[in-house]
């Protein structure tokens, strides 16, 4: 539910051929045909999900023999201002929030495991009232629920992105988190509860750096492409991602104005770096560039302009390309994007991580494995 691009669906296709993705609903239209671009055997429903019916889905699946044993998804975080009573006794009323939406199809398949993602800032949306009731609605339908913010850079992927992960199990079974892979200590948001957040251990490979996922992309000046790679992969991180690709594809360098191209001219680790007479206004990491040796910050929806985020090249000056978010972001390069530059880079900014939806999946196909058998 709540698709977006799939980046959450192949993770948890790619971790184990036991996973099938068979249903997805999202409400923009250029998602959903990326959605189906790369799982075509998937039901794949362009709707706003309140006009959705779940016994429509259902009978769909029964006669293809599919049934749902796990719904994972991340309902918009505005849903989350007005959340009003518990309303299992019509699924399709309009009035109900997003989430509830997300509620009621869990309580409708009655799936084995449900999934929930969304923005760390959840957790202390109306001083933690907002995911105590999100929990019970889950606990009220039979769920056994927890709940952890979840770091991207710990699972493999070569950013610090945070996620609140909420997983619930049918009965009384214990739902697991990944253990995290990747070592990283870096400054994140966080939150107060530390027994919320998985810590890393110093053991761990270090997390994947900017460096390490782009580095066999070639240098583009602002405005330029480039459909060849450099040489064969460098890092296994890069030989991950290329698989088979023998054509680079969405390498291609913003067209910046000579007014933009002084400003990253002077860029560095946040927008003090900028000589103030050359910018009026802006956050502390716009104008800002990545540094190679850590993991990126948190991909943004526009981060090919500088003026919106940090998303600066570590070395060249200009911002990343799409095909360098999309590394950043974990997507393999075969990875098919539809719709517009515009479009696709707002996919790709919104997605949850391929290898964080792979590292969920690890702990979710746990839960089958112990299930007990009848």
């Not at 998602?31 to 189906?36: F, G, L, P, R, S």
């Not at 939406?101 to 800032?121: A, D, L, M």
């Not at 009220?140 to 952890?148: L, N």
Request: with cysteine; net charge neutral; charged share 20%.
């Amino acid at each position: 539910m709540f698709c977006g691009t799939g980046g959450f669906s192949i993770g948890f296709e790619n971790y184990s051929n036991m996973v099938e993705v068979v249903a997805a609903v999202d409400i923009l239209k250029v998602a959903t045909e990326t959605m189906k671009a790369n799982h075509p055997e998937s039901l794949v429903i362009n709707n706003d999900i309140r006009n959705v019916n779940p016994a429509d889905i259902n009978n769909i699946l029964m006669k293809n023999n599919k049934k749902v044993d796990i719904i994972i998804g991340g309902p918009p975080c505005q849903g989350f201002s007005s959340i009003r009573p518990f309303r299992s006794e019509n699924l399709n009323d309009p009035r109900n929030s997003l989430f509830e939406q997300f509620v009621f199809f869990v309580e409708y398949f009655n799936p084995k495991v449900f999934v929930f993602e969304n923005v760390v800032g959840l957790a202390t949306h109306n001083n933690g009232k907002t995911i105590e009731i999100i929990q019970k609605r889950f606990q009220d339908i039979g769920y056994a629920v927890d709940w952890k913010v979840l770091n991207a850079a710990n699972y493999g992927v070569p950013q610090k992105r945070e996620r609140l992960i909420m997983i619930g199990g049918y009965g009384n079974h214990k739902v697991t988190f990944p253990s995290p892979t990747h070592h990283f200590d870096g400054k994140t948001i966080g939150i107060k509860d530390k027994k919320r957040q998985q810590f890393s251990n110093l053991l761990l490979p270090p997390a994947i750096t900017v460096a390490e996922a782009i580095c066999d992309l070639p240098p583009l000046k602002s405005g330029e492409m480039s459909e060849n790679y450099l040489d064969h992969p460098q890092t296994e991180y890069t030989q991950c991602r290329r698989k088979n690709c023998t054509k680079l594809t969405m390498h291609n360098s913003t067209a910046h104005t000579e007014k933009m191209l002084e400003i990253i001219r002077y860029a560095g680790d946040n927008i003090n770096c900028i000589p103030q007479e050359l910018i009026t206004s802006g956050f502390s990491t716009c104008y800002s560039r990545l540094r190679a040796d850590e993991p990126a910050s948190t991909i943004t929806v526009n981060f090919v302009h500088p003026a919106s985020n940090k998303c600066i090249h570590p070395f060249q000056d200009r911002a990343l390309t799409p095909r360098e978010g999309a590394r950043l972001q974990s997507f393999d390069d075969d990875y098919i994007f539809c719709g517009t530059r515009s479009q696709i880079v707002k996919q790709i900014g919104n997605a949850v991580p391929p290898l964080l939806g792979q590292a969920i999946a690890s702990g979710i196909l746990r839960y089958f494995s112990t299930e007990p058998k009848c």
